[in-house]
């Protein structure tokens, strides 16, 4: 009898709730909880891609659910199934790497570490000629990344609980991300005035797109700086706007780029439309949403980034007003995601145009 295999979307511990909700309103599709950051689906189903989701971070491909009894046996089982794999990876000489992974500084972590090791110590005995094809995660960024026809292979390991793990062996640019768990963390820079610098670096990843060198932007909600910081590393002009102190680094670059205002950032309008309007005003979810509207509707800046504060209690209407929003505008790129640096809250991003080169070259022809 064949193993039953499912597929397993994960997101950040205790969003799994909001992940079920989103399929089932947006797709149609109805999947089950496991644990508090996955949801299985039927493996038939046809499922969006991650990057079109709001709450999906990986994907586990025709993954089986195996009882963790001991490290030994758990090993046992995932070397035969390699075995039968390794005939196919062999023959078409793929690379392949592991993530074995468990959420945040859950206590699985460190046994899915153990079995990680003990995985990789099987496979170098028993499947040598697998293990030469072996190659690490960071590796795999590089190699897998860029060739949507790669034929390598990702195994995934992934251990909701001490007790129990999901196994996941599947073609690399099958639809999962290639960062474990689908986290891509983002590095903190010296001098940063706070650490969601960091989710303004992830969102511009996510949007596939940053200021350019010279470009205008508005900073919303600005103190004490972090989102301003970001926006002037990455060549930006800021004005920034906030009632609060900036704490920005005592630097030239600063100095020359930052204008403080001093003013509500609910109402405010710049004397003419800017490149980027970024946006984490600590201000209910529904006034973020209005001011994201006045700004699209009145064409004031060609790309954004705002960051909406989930309600504790029934966010996905707030989450289907966002995207209701962000429908109504025929941009080059809207979307809505919950980034590895939110919390209770998601990024909502876009940009007019889809080529930065363009963008900037095609507005500056018209002064
Ligand atoms: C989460 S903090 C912003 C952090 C900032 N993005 C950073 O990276 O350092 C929220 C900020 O929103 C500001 N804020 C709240 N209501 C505002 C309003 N109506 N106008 C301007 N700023 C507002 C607060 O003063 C606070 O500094």
Redesign the pocket.
């Known amino acids: 009898m064949s193993t039953p295999k499912h597929q397993l979307v994960l997101t950040r511990p205790g969003f799994a709730g909001l992940l079920v909700q989103e399929f089932q309103d947006l797709w149609q599709l109805f999947g089950k909880p496991v644990g508090t950051a996955a949801v299985a689906f039927d493996e038939h189903e046809v499922l969006p891609a991650l990057d079109a989701t709001v709450f999906g971070r990986q994907y586990l491909p025709r993954a089986t659910c195996l009882q963790i009894e001991s490290i030994e046996q758990v090993v046992g089982v995932i070397v035969k199934r390699l075995e039968t794999l390794s005939n196919r990876a062999n023959r078409h000489a793929a690379k392949w790497t592991l993530h074995a992974f468990a959420q945040d500084d859950d206590p699985a972590l460190q046994l899915a570490g153990k079995i990680e090791k003990a995985l990789l110590a099987a496979v170098r005995q028993r499947l040598p000629r697998l293990f030469q094809r072996f190659i690490t995660p960071v590796q795999a960024q590089s190699e897998f990344v860029g060739s949507p026809g790669s034929s390598g292979m990702l195994v995934q390991i992934y251990l909701p609980s001490l007790t129990e793990l999901w196994f996941s062996a599947a073609g690399a640019s099958s639809g999962p991300s290639i960062f474990i768990a689908g986290n891509q963390r983002m590095r903190h820079f010296p001098g940063a ?2 650490r ?2 960091s989710k303004l670096e992830e969102a511009f990843v996510a949007l596939g797109r940053s200021p350019k060198a010279g470009e205008i932007a508005v900073d ?8 301003t910081f970001t926006l002037v590393r990455h060549g930006a002009t800021v004005t920034a ?4 102190a900036l704490m920005l680094p005592k630097d030239k670059k600063f100095n020359e780029r930052v204008i403080h205002l001093l003013a ?3 109402t405010y309008k710049p004397p003419v439309a800017v490149d980027w309007v970024t946006c ?4 209910g979810s529904l006034e973020t949403l209005r001011v994201l509207e006045r700004w699209l509707e009145d064409g004031l800046a060609r790309n954004f980034v705002f960051n909406v504060k989930l309600p504790q209690a029934q966010p996905w209407p707030v989450i289907k007003e966002a995207l209701s929003l962000l429908s109504r505008y025929p941009w080059a790129v809207m979307k809505a995601k919950h980034l590895y640096h939110d919390r209770q809250e998601i990024t909502l991003m876009g940009c007019v145009l889809g080529n930065s080169t363009e963008a900037t070259s095609e507005e500056k022809s018209k002064h």
């Not at 706007?241 to 609060?244: E, I, Q, R, S, T």
């Not at 984490?280 to 201000?283: N, Q, T, W």
């Open positions: 005035p706070s969601s610098s919303l909600g600005a103190a004490p700086g972090g989102w706007v906030d009632h609060g509500n950032g609910l984490d005003m600590l201000v």
